[in-house]
């Protein structure tokens, strides 16, 4: 049997439309992917990246 991990995202309340609903739907993304990203790592490797700590720095 195959193991793995299925990561579902869904993003709501979106009011705009057109272009402007394609821009925000791009800027919308990045914030996912760097999370995704530092799950995958710690998960297949044990690895914490710190990427919202690199991301979001304390004052």
């Known amino acids: 049997m195959e193991k793995g991990t299925l990561v579902i995202i869904k ?3 979106f ?3 057109g272009e ?3 821009k925000v739907i791009n800027d919308n993304t990045g914030g996912f992917t760097t ?3 530092g799950c995958k790592a710690y998960l297949e ?3 914490n990246l710190r990427l919202i700590e690199d991301k ?3 004052k």
Do not use: T
């Open 45 to 47: 490797h044990g690895i």
């Open 56 to 58: 979001f720095p304390s």
């Open 15 to 17: 009011y705009q439309e």
């Open 35 to 37: 999370v995704l990203d």
């Open 20 to 22: 402007d609903l394609l």
């Open 11 to 13: 993003s709501y309340g």
